[in-house]
């Protein structure tokens, strides 16, 4: 096909993507349910195409390169946490039209959200149980838990700027979560008591921070809106609901960027 024969709808295969949207009821607000959602489904595939393109470039060593791709994730983070706003419209009596229909679908299934964690450092095999083996969406769980996080990257990176960085802090069996570490704060600290001297480092470790307070952002607005549409009942498929999403707002990918900030 030449670029001649190229349209608008043609390229971004609109009659496919507007045909996704099939609410089970004739109720008006489930659109913009469903639409929320795949929204949020696409900008969580942009996300993990550009944090593997800045994990990539941190493994080689181009830590400013890998600042652009941080960057923009922190921006369409922004996006998605403003996006809640929207399906915060939609009062209580308006999701009671259609919750029922949903069935045991939920937000516990979103294979790309696991696998963002997982990228970020945030690992627990436990979610794979909602995923059966030998499904694409298993398939990219188990290699995302297996690889290498984005913050292994950075301290391995860390470790090769001669800071005292042991190997267990970035190497563990597969599927192991990151834990806070002494020396990697300590490191961390020296970096941001001298960040003139180890500029690239300090700049990177900024941008991971605005990624997970961007997380921390969307997770706290998930929070208020769940609360405000359903309360304190249990979600879709049996899930906790708001008690659950409560306990996520605790979580840090990058810890000793936190806790630094104490000592300095």
């Known amino acids: 096909m030449s670029s001649t024969d190229v349209t608008y709808g043609g390229y971004l295969h609109l009659d496919e993507l507007l045909a996704c949207q099939a609410p089970n009821t004739d109720q008006h607000d489930e659109l913009l349910f469903i639409v929320l959602h795949q ?62 229909m949903l069935g045991t679908s939920s937000g516990f299934q979103s294979a790309q959200f696991r696998a963002l964690e997982y990228r970020l450092g945030l690992k627990d095999a436990s979610f794979l149980k909602h995923h059966p083996e030998g499904g694409a969406a298993r398939a990219m769980l188990d290699a995302a838990l297996a690889r290498p996080s984005l913050y292994d990257a950075t301290l391995v990176q860390l470790a090769a700027a001669g800071f005292a960085i042991p190997r267990s802090a970035f190497e563990r069996p597969d599927g192991g979560a990151h834990a806070p570490h002494d020396a990697v704060e300590a490191a961390w600290l020296e970096v941001y008591r001298a960040p003139a001297t180890h500029w690239s480092l300090y700049q990177l470790a900024e941008k991971l921070l605005d990624l997970d307070d961007a997380m921390l952002a969307w997770r706290h607005k998930h929070v208020l809106t769940v609360e405000r549409i359903i309360g304190r009942k249990r979600g879709t498929g049996g899930t906790e609901g708001v008690g659950y999403l409560q306990q996520t707002l605790s979580k840090r990918a990058f810890p000793e960027l936190w806790s630094l900030r104490t000592k300095l």
């Open 39 to 100: 929204t949020m489904e696409l900008w969580m595939k942009q996300l993990l195409h550009e944090i593997d393109a800045a994990q990539a470039e941190v493994e080689r060593g181009e830590l400013v390169p890998a600042y652009k791709h941080l960057a923009r994730v922190s921006r369409i983070q922004a996006v998605m946490t403003q996006a809640w706003d929207v399906l915060a419209t939609m009062t209580p009596a308006d999701y009671l039209n259609f919750r029922t």
